[in-house]
């Protein structure tokens, strides 16, 4: 599989939970390292393009909503199988069905307010970061070590 990046938010309802530090401190100790970290009020705009896959959904207008409601934490997370091992983490949309132990499971509302967002497949991942991140704000691992 190798290293990978994936594209992940803290949403409003984790900000407002005060969960961003134990947050971060799951995907650490999973292995997955954040190598951009942006706290960000997400347009209507913004949030409805990211969204786009989901605009027919009856749930989109709702979503929107709660996803400008409040502030987000944008995130790159790099590691080995990133992608898979992020969703590991996060648990099931559903937070009644996400596996114990789970960030969902543990923090989300319900299935809106779910109080994380992560990539679903390498070329969602690629148009996620892009859609938030130049190249130019991503921290690479590796490139910490060279001064
Ligand atoms: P995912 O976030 O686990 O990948 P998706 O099916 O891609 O789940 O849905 C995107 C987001 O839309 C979910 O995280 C959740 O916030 C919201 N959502 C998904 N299904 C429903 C639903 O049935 N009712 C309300 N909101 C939903
Ligand atoms: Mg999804």
């Known amino acids: 599989m190798g290293i990978e990046r994936t594209f992940s938010i803290i949403k409003p309802d984790g900000v407002e939970k005060g969960v961003i530090g134990?947050?971060?401190?799951?995907?650490?100790?999973?292995?997955?390292?954040?190598?951009?970290?942006?706290?960000?009020?997400?347009?209507?705009?913004?949030?409805?393009?990211?969204?786009?896959?989901?605009?027919?959904?009856?749930?989109?207008?709702?979503?929107?909503?709660?996803?400008?409601?409040?502030?987000v934490v944008l995130m790159v997370l790099e590691g080995e199988g990133a992608i898979a091992k992020n969703r590991e983490v996060m648990g099931a949309t559903d937070p009644k069905k996400a596996?114990?132990?789970?960030?969902?499971?543990d923090f989300a509302t319900d299935i809106?307010?779910?109080?994380?967002?992560?990539?679903?497949?390498?070329?969602?991942?690629?148009v996620e970061i892009a859609y938030f991140f130049p190249e130019v704000e991503i921290l690479p691992y590796e490139w910490r070590k060279k001064r």
């Open 22 to 71: 134990t947050v971060i401190s799951r995907f650490e100790a999973a292995g997955l390292k954040p190598i951009a970290i942006k706290l960000k009020r997400l347009s209507q705009a913004e949030a409805e393009g990211f969204y786009a896959v989901h605009k027919e959904r009856p749930f989109f207008a709702d979503l929107v909503k709660f996803m400008t409601s409040g502030p």
């Open 99 to 105: 596996a114990p132990g789970t960030i969902r499971a």
């Open 112 to 126: 809106e307010k779910n109080t994380v967002h992560g990539s679903d497949a390498p070329e969602t991942a690629k």
